[in-house]
């Protein structure tokens, strides 16, 4: 009776208390994924386009876990990045983002690493206008609540061209 109740025992073990690995993201999730968070990106753009530092983080998750690198070199958490995008869109007249290329790549458990290169033209309030021809951001999504929440960020760029109002 021993041996068979210690061999169910390490059975039980072994297969019933062993953690389970997040599957891999098919290809037919995967597209649908592409296309759900490209939605979610062109949203960002329009909404930067507006000046809106509400609307833009809705697509941030609001979580201790959160983190921006930017392109300044700080890490800031989500408080930090509502509280610096708002103070940023005070200094701004016009901001626009373009798409040059987003690369996907897919983790187990609903997680994509999105890679994001454009280019950011922003005028100030004082009329001087910018230009950074390279900008490139690493998002990190997770599916929250049946919804793509961007759980890190990570921003980089080319030293902007200034350019100086005509007089």
């Not at 759900?36 to 949203?43: T, Y």
């Not at 610096?84 to 007249?93: C, D, I, P, S």
């Amino acid at each position: 009776m021993k041996p068979t109740l210690l061999i169910g025992l390490a059975v039980f073990l072994l297969f019933g208390c062993g953690k389970q690995e997040p599957a891999q993201m098919t290809s037919q999730e995967q597209d649908v994924a592409k296309k759900e968070i490209g939605e979610v990106l062109n949203q960002q753009l329009q909404t930067a386009g507006k000046l809106d530092a509400e609307a833009l983080l809705q697509s941030y998750s609001n979580s201790p876990d959160f983190i921006l690198l930017t392109t300044t070199g700080s890490m800031v958490d989500y408080q930090g990045t509502k509280n610096g995008t708002a103070e940023m869109y005070k200094t701004l007249a016009a901001l626009k983002f373009t798409t040059i290329k987003n690369e996907f790549r897919f983790l187990p458990g609903n997680i994509v690493i999105c890679a994001w290169l454009g280019k950011c033209d922003f005028t100030f309030k004082t009329e001087e206008h910018a230009t950074i021809d390279s900008y490139a951001i690493t998002f990190v999504f997770r599916k929250l609540d049946n919804h793509w929440k961007i759980i890190y960020s990570h921003e980089s760029a080319s030293p902007p061209a200034e350019e100086t109002p005509a007089e």
